[in-house]
């Protein structure tokens, strides 16, 4: 898988990608791929062809998310609720996942991008979780672009955990309940060394969230669209990074 405010104006220096050059990037953007199952449903297609799909437009965008000069691309590719789906789906999408590690981690390397986790990975199969740990610790002083995948990740949790922390810390009185403000919050979710969300984009018409990055969104622009997830390419991110440069972000003030 390998600043200035709003759109530029008429005559603006542009990439070769269409997008003008003084145009607004988001630092950090986040995508629920949605609708590989209706993809592969949509082709006569077993769900197994959606995903493998789905994971050519992981690629395309990762790559164009560089290029465009996004920091960080937070992909959600199994949530803890997708547990519920049947097991040889499961495996499906395991298998994938050990596929690409194996065959674009050096890709990633070369191109200077650290791979995170978000999520606890460590509910997989042995032979994941330790391909999945060699990947991140490898990549670990790439400082290009981060590319963070949620696997079995789920935002309430996320925050159970870090309340959780917090109160044990103040049982054992390491913790003032005044000292737990935003920053502290911040610092205890997976996201902590990920820069702030700007843009949350979702595929395939579902208008929601599903418990992704519930606390990082507060101030996210929002994008919505109705391309299924493996027919979304470097083309939509483009004119998916256009829009949030078009949008005015005022953060409640006027």
């Not at 790559?63 to 691309?73: D, I, T, Y």
């Not at 740990?133 to 290009?144: I, V």
């Not at 994008?223 to 083309?235: A, K």
């Amino acid at each position: 898988m390998a600043a200035g405010a709003g759109p530029g104006a008429s005559g603006a220096p542009r990439h070769a990608d269409g997008v003008a050059a003084n145009q607004s990037v988001p630092r950090h953007v986040a995508i629920i791929m949605d609708g590989n199952g209706r993809w592969a449903k949509a082709r006569g297609l077993p769900r197994a062809a959606g995903h493998k799909q789905g994971a050519e437009a992981a690629r395309k965008v990762l790559r164009a998310a560089g290029e465009a000069g996004v920091e960080c691309l937070t992909l959600y590719a199994f949530s803890s609720e997708n547990w519920r789906r049947p097991e040889t789906e499961i495996n499906d999408l395991m298998g994938l996942l050990r596929f690409y590690i194996q065959h674009e981690l050096d890709a990633l390397h070369k191109e200077g991008i650290r791979l995170r986790i978000i999520g606890d990975h460590t509910a997989f199969k042995p032979d994941v979780v330790a391909m999945i740990d060699r990947a991140t610790a490898k990549t670990a002083g790439n400082t290009r672009m981060t590319l963070a995948v949620a696997l079995n990740y789920g935002a309430r949790n996320e925050l159970v955990k870090a309340v959780q922390g917090f109160a044990a810390a103040a049982a054992e009185g390491r913790l003032a309940a005044e000292e737990i403000d935003e920053a502290r919050i911040e610092a205890a979710l997976d996201t902590a060394d990920l820069p702030p969300l700007d843009l949350l984009i979702r595929t395939s018409g579902e208008c929601r969230l599903s418990n992704f990055l519930l606390w990082q969104a507060a101030y996210a622009e929002l994008l919505f669209v109705d391309t299924l997830w493996p027919d979304f390419d470097g083309d939509a991110l483009h004119a998916a990074l256009a829009e949030f440069a078009a949008r005015e972000r005022r953060y409640g003030g006027l």
